[in-house]
């Protein structure tokens, strides 16, 4: 598409397309009787039909969706590679663990997979992302100050491998514990039900391009991009012109779907720097994602320089004081330390 989208605009709230009438062009004779009667035209009603978008990613949705987010931890480490799911996520944020290896909180909203995982064990900022979108937390195991936040102060709903392994959480005979944990979407909404967790809720709307409307997003060229966590930790995104999106790879393997072996595809690449902490000996950190700083936007193999914010819990791209609109499709947020021109490279 090379920069230019021209796609059909599917509004949220839906829109009415009136009946019209169609009435057939007749040929009348040069007489006409006195007493004929001219029958007017039958009038055809169109069946109403509503259309709809996703509120997470801008994309068609053949109905409007009343569910809540579903948001996972996911595991990263090179013995849970390749993961199960990511590729449908909506939304996916990767942060720092403990040492160099990072985790992803994968939202899902307009597709809920067949099977997820490996899911891994949840951190406090991990509740903090997904308090925005009031979400369903899907874990397996926890940090202290996350179990504190999670199982006492119930600041999410969530679904525990800790209670259910062995039941809704399913260990993976090909890999060894704790990299082996994955879930159904069965299992999920058994997991709801038996929780007594509402399955409805509302869902934030994130601005995007107009579905009916040409746009050009501004920037500079990046069709190639490095984002450095550590000397042992690089991923590699490589824009593909026929696919509109970028792929992803930790190193020098392609991030695809174990199941499928789908490319991960990404329309909207946020990275953003911000400050982390090391606080514990077991390397747990604390990142803070409430303060706002710099970041950088590539959107269809081009890159702009922005700033991102907390807005109402959820963080977004702003530009000279307005939120930057997305490309619809998959939004990655990379969360990376402070000190954006010494992680990231394009």
């Known amino acids: 598409m090379n920069g230019m989208k021209i796609l059909t605009v599917l509004l949220a709230s839906g829109i009415m397309i009136a009946g019209c009438s169609n009435t057939e062009e007749t040929k009348l004779p040069e007489e006409v009787p006195d ?46 590679r390749p993961q199960t799911g990511l590729v449908d996520a909506d939304i996916v944020y990767e942060l720092l663990a403990e040492g160099n290896i990072t985790r992803f909180v994968a939202l899902y909203h307009s597709i809920l997979p067949e099977k997820i995982g490996p899911v891994r064990s949840s951190r406090t900022y991990h509740i903090d992302l997904l308090k925005g979108y009031n979400s369903i937390f899907v874990t397996h195991g926890w940090s202290p100050e996350a179990e504190q936040r999670l199982t006492i102060n119930r600041e999410l709903d969530y679904i525990s491998g800790m209670k259910y392994d062995g039941t809704l959480f399913q260990r993976s005979s090909d890999r ?48 190639s991009i490095v984002v450095q966590y550590s000397s042992g930790h690089r991923i590699n995104y490589e824009f593909n012109v026929e696919l509109s999106g970028y792929t992803r790879a930790n190193g020098e393997l392609q991030t695809v779907d174990h199941e499928t072996g789908e490319p991960q595809l990404i329309e909207n ?33 081009k890159v702009q320089s922005v700033d991102w914010e907390n807005q109402d819990g959820i963080i977004t791209p702003v530009k000279d004081g307005n939120v930057v609109p997305l ?8 969360v990376i330390p402070m000190g954006i021109d010494q992680h990231i490279s394009y």
């Open 35 to 80: 007493d004929a009667v001219e029958e007017p035209a039958e009038e055809k009603e169109l069946e109403p039909s509503s259309l709809f978008t996703y509120p997470l990613t801008g994309l068609e949705a053949e109905e409007e969706s009343g569910n809540r987010i579903i948001g996972v931890t996911i595991n990263n480490d090179p013995r849970a």
């Open 176 to 223: 060894v514990a704790p990299h082996n944990s994955y879930i159904t979407a069965e299992h999920i909404y058994q997991g709801i039900e038996q929780e007594g967790y509402e399955r409805a809720g509302d869902v934030p709307t994130f601005e995007f391009y107009s579905l009916d409307e040409e746009y050009e997003i501004e920037g500079e060229n990046a069709e």
């Open 269 to 301: 690449l946020f990275v953003v720097e911000t400050s982390h902490q090391v606080v514990d000996e077991q390397g747990r950190r604390v990142i803070d994602l409430n303060s706002g700083g710099q970041a950088l936007l590539f959107q269809d193999g």
């Open 327 to 334: 490309v619809p499709g998959q939004t990655w947020v990379n």
